[in-house]
Structures are given as C-alpha cells and as structure tokens.
DNA sequence: ATTAATGTTCAGAA
DNA sequence: TTTCTGAACATTAA
C-alpha cells in the first residue's frame, strides 16, 4: 500500500525515463480489467496528453504528479495496489494504462498496473492543482513538519494520534504502516488524544517521522507479505526487514524485549504498539519512570 | 459457500 | 466545525 517512502521511489524511479519525452499515445490496456477511474474520460485525456512532454516528475502526499509542457499535471494516485512501471510487470491482467513514448529511449512506454483497480489518474490544470493540494485543503508533506507545524496539528485536536498520523488534510503522506511504526519509535502511544502530547513526545514525533519515512525511502519502501509493492522495475522493497511493530502482533518487542507487541483497531484499521516502549500515561512521556511497569494493554487482542 | 479482513480516499451524515 | 461511517475495489483467509 504506497505511502510516502514508496510513492517517493515511484517517482525517482521513473523520472529519468519519463521526463522531457513526446508522448506518442495513452492506451488501455488490453485485458478485462476497466481502465481504472479515470477524469476527465479517457478518450479525453488522451487527447489532451499526445504531443506533450513530461516537463517534471514529483510527489505530492501519496500521488505521483508529472507535469505536462502545457502547464497541466497529471496525478497518479496508486491508493492500496497501484504501481507505476518501466517494465516487467507482476502480471499482465492488472495492467490498465500504458503511455507509449516517441523517439529513442531505454524504455519505450510506461504503465499504470492495479491489482485492486482502487486507483486513479487525474488531470488537473494549473489552477485546479494548485487549489487541491493548497495547504488547509491538503496537509504538509510529512517530511517537511518541523515540531512548531505538529504542535499546531495537535493542540487542539481530541483525536488520537494516530488517527490524526493519517488524516491526509493534517498532515501528507503517512499511512497505516509507517503510522504504527512512526509511534513505536517515538515512544507514544497510539490512542492518546493528539492534544494531550507534550511538547517532549511532539519533538521525539518530529525526529521519528522524519527518521522512519527517510530510512524508507533508503530502502525503497516495503513489500508486505502479498507482495504488492514494487518499485518501476518490478523489484521489492527492504524496509519490511526493519519493521519493529506493524504486522508483529504476539511477538517480543525487539526494542524493550519485556513486552509482545499488541494489535488494537482504531477507526477500522489496525493498529500495532508495545505496550511497554510506548505507555498510555500521561502526554506519553517515555522517561517518567513512574509508568515503566504496572501497565496493562488496553486491548487484548493479539492475534495477527 | 459465505463472510470478514485488508487500506486509501471521499461523499455524506452525525 | 469536527469527527465518524460507508462505499468503492480484488483477493485471500477463515
């Protein structure tokens, strides 16, 4: 499920190959599955998008913007299975898009493949992009909150943290995986209301966000169990390698050693902690000394 | 064979 | 205003 770190490689993955190359033609690909949800339609976007060039490749939150020579953009948002590829896709019956490049070049088009069929490819013109990612309408990109911006995300808000951790509108580019991840090495735990943070946990927050999303990206993201994720040229990613909590529920938390890790369901998606790294007292304060033992998971399911 | 679970986003309701 | 719920989708586990 493309967050920040994988949607990230996408677009370094893809940019040298894409970028500054006429466009021959857009296509759906031959097979049962719709070409996914496409606006304006197809047959109008192809128009719209032959004879132009991709002048730039960048990530905005979770999607892949290329911006085309007329000032246009198109948003590729690969929600839960979408993959953008060079080459070499996982199967051929999941492909739905193909843009066919002409002139020379190492890879002749390049796809949009989803399993799911959950994503989307959006033109926007310059106006209309420019006003959906507007901050206030979208969040700050994850990667460029400074712990002034999360004080201001959290001290009014009763949420929990991590629910707020996925709020697209707070703040850009955080799923449930890296959520999960982000808190555990943070020490907080994740169903404190946001605003009860201290200015302590919201700075370990700020560091861990940007520790966890960046070594990600190093990686080149994570390839879960169904093996879903890819990066352009069909290859996995490493950072499932160093997950501490997400998918771990029943196993020893490989940080305090003392405690399993917990799996809880918070606003319909799952959640996973240790109980012991990451206390339910108080502003979340790790160092308190005062909520080290005696403490009890809030919930008791630990199955995986 | 049916049902639940999976995760992201958005429309619409509370 | 803020927060919550359900729908969309494909595949697999129970």
Redesign the pocket.
């Given at each position: 499920?493309p967050?920040l770190p994988e949607v990230e490689t996408m677009v370094r993955g893809i940019r040298a190959h894409v970028t500054h190359r006429p466009i021959g033609d857009l296509v759906a690909c031959a097979n049962r599955c719709?070409p996914i949800n496409i606006k304006p339609t197809l047959a109008r976007l192809r128009k719209r998008v032959v004879g132009k060039t991709f002048q730039a490749v960048r990530r905005l939150?979770?999607r892949v913007i290329l911006d085309l020579s007329d000032g246009s953009s198109l948003a590729i948002?690969p929600?839960?299975t979408g993959l953008v590829l060079l080459a070499d896709p996982p199967d051929v019956?999941?492909l739905r898009l193909r843009w066919d490049f002409d002139g020379p070049g190492q890879y002749a088009s390049f796809w949009f493949w989803d399993?799911?069929?959950?994503g989307t490819v959006t033109l926007f013109d310059q106006a209309a992009l420019k006003a959906r990612f507007a901050l206030g309408t979208f969040g700050r990109d994850a990667l460029e909150m400074t712990a002034d911006h999360w004080v201001e995300s959290c001290h009014?808000?009763?949420?929990e943290i991590k629910?707020l951790l996925?709020d697209?509108k707070t703040v850009a580019g955080i799923?449930?995986?890296y959520a999960s991840e982000i808190l555990h090495r943070a020490g907080i735990h994740p169903g404190v209301p946001a605003k009860s943070l201290t200015p302590d946990a919201l700075e370990r927050l700020t560091q861990s966000v940007q520790f966890v999303l960046n070594k990600a990206i190093e990686y080149e993201g994570s390839t879960l169990g169904?093996g879903t994720y890819r990066n352009a040229l069909n290859q996995s990613g490493r950072y499932q390698n160093e997950h501490r909590v997400y998918m771990r529920a029943g196993e020893m938390c490989s940080v305090c050693g003392d405690e399993e890790i917990v799996r809880i369901?918070q606003?319909q998606?799952?959640t996973f902690y240790c109980p012991m790294c990451q206390p339910e007292s108080k502003g979340s304060g790790r160092k308190s000394g005062s909520d080290r033992r005696g403490f009890k998971p809030s919930n008791r399911k630990t199955g995986r």
């Open positions: 499920m967050e719709k939150g979770k948002e929600r839960m019956e999941h399993r799911r069929g959950l009014k808000s009763a949420r629910v996925l697209q799923g449930n995986l169904d369901v606003a998606r799952s």
